[in-house]
Nanobody, 122 residues
Framework: VRLVESGGGLVQAGGSLRLSCAAS????????MGWFRQAPGKERELLAA????????YYADSVKGRFTISGDNAKNTVYLQMNSLKPEDTAVYYC????????????????WGQGTQVTVSS
């Protein structure tokens, strides 16, 4: 599965951005998707995830109530709506597909996007 992210950029604190991740290729084998981020000097962090089949959705405590993950099955696209952004949200954001485990909190995915930079100024 090939993933292409878009929507990153520079935004002031309190602002919003929507990231998109378009999947192509063997998408029929993809059971779910997730959004991660990695800030300089920090480990990659799972922010949100969902499964195409079933209502399971996960949010990390750091983004719960501010970020929303959603998917458009017809377009093979997943979105991350980010509201009330904070300077500490500054990072490279990655989408991932084809989770290796069904567990919603898994960080093991077979396919990764190239990443998109999100910078939040104070």
């Amino acid at each position: 599965v090939r993933l292409v992210e878009s929507g990153g950029g520079l935004v002031q604190a309190g602002g919003s951005l929507r990231l998109s991740c378009a999947a192509s290729g063997r998408t029929f084998s993809n059971t779910g998707m997730g959004w991660f981020r990695q800030a300089p000097g920090k480990e990659r962090e799972l922010l949100a995830a969902f499964r195409w089949l079933g209502p399971s959705t996960y949010y990390a405590d750091s983004v719960k109530g501010r970020f929303t993950i959603s998917g458009d099955n017809a377009k093979n696209t997943v979105y991350l709506q980010m509201n009330s952004l904070k300077p500490e949200d500054t990072a490279v954001y990655y989408c991932a597909a084809e989770p290796r485990l069904w567990r919603i909190t898994t960080t093991e995915y077979n396919s990764w996007g190239q990443g998109t930079q999100v910078t939040v100024s104070s």
